[in-house]
């Protein structure tokens, strides 16, 4: 069985909403799933590193806060120079989400440091595989309406609560992402 563990960080529920998401599209498609969240001091047990170790793909995971990932995501990747030196993860698959209030917000910026990240450790980056929903048509809840193709983006409204947001086009779409990083995982296993 294809093993994919999503790491990330989530400062008020939205993050984590969009990771389970994210883990039921992986689960779907056959994958054993182990959800990791980084906590609120930035760091992950032992257990969970050597889960990490064992995944065929890591998703990463973070708010993006200030136009990056927040400041726990950060010391957990630092944390990563163990694993970085011995190449434990080279050639994982490796995948990104994010979330943030803003349609926009800088989450490409967030993207981009996932993606650095995933390639200090040598690893195989996957993308949406989604064609945006970008026609007149488009509807706020359609697969992929933030057009992103580099990973998976999420938004939740500033003032919404994790029940409110990410909306529901967002959650179908990281069930979808989810489900296409553990289908590549399995083809390259």
């Given amino acids: 069985m294809t093993k994919v563990a999503i790491v990330y960080h989530s400062g008020y529920g939205h993050t984590t909403k969009a990771a389970e998401a994210v883990q039921a599209g992986a689960v779907a498609a056959g994958a054993e799933v182990d959800l990791i969240l980084i906590d609120k001091e930035g760091n992950i047990t032992d257990a969970q590193w050597a889960s990490l ?41 490796a995948a990104g989400f994010t979330n943030s209030a ?5 989450k ?16 195989i980056w996957v993308g949406t595989g989604m ?12 697969i992929n309406y933030l057009a992103s193709f580099s990973g998976l983006m999420t938004q939740s409204p500033s ?3 994790p ?4 909306l529901p086009g967002d959650l179908e779409t990281a069930k979808l992402f989810g489900q296409r990083i553990a289908t590549v995982a399995k083809k390259l296993a």
Avoid: C
């Fill in 131 to 142: 064609m945006p929903s970008n026609s007149k048509a488009a509807q706020r809840n359609d």
């Fill in 163 to 166: 029940e409110e947001g990410p």
């Fill in 53 to 93: 170790a064992a995944a065929q793909a890591i998703i990463f995971g973070s708010p993006t806060y200030m136009g990056t990932v927040s400041w726990q995501f950060k010391k957990f990747a630092d944390a990563t120079s163990k694993p970085w030196y011995t190449q434990v993860w080279k050639d994982k698959i």
């Fill in 108 to 123: 490409l910026s967030t993207l981009h440091y996932l993606f650095t990240l995933s390639q200090q450790h040598s690893m």
């Fill in 102 to 106: 803003s349609m926009n917000g800088d």
């Fill in 159 to 161: 003032d919404a609560s």
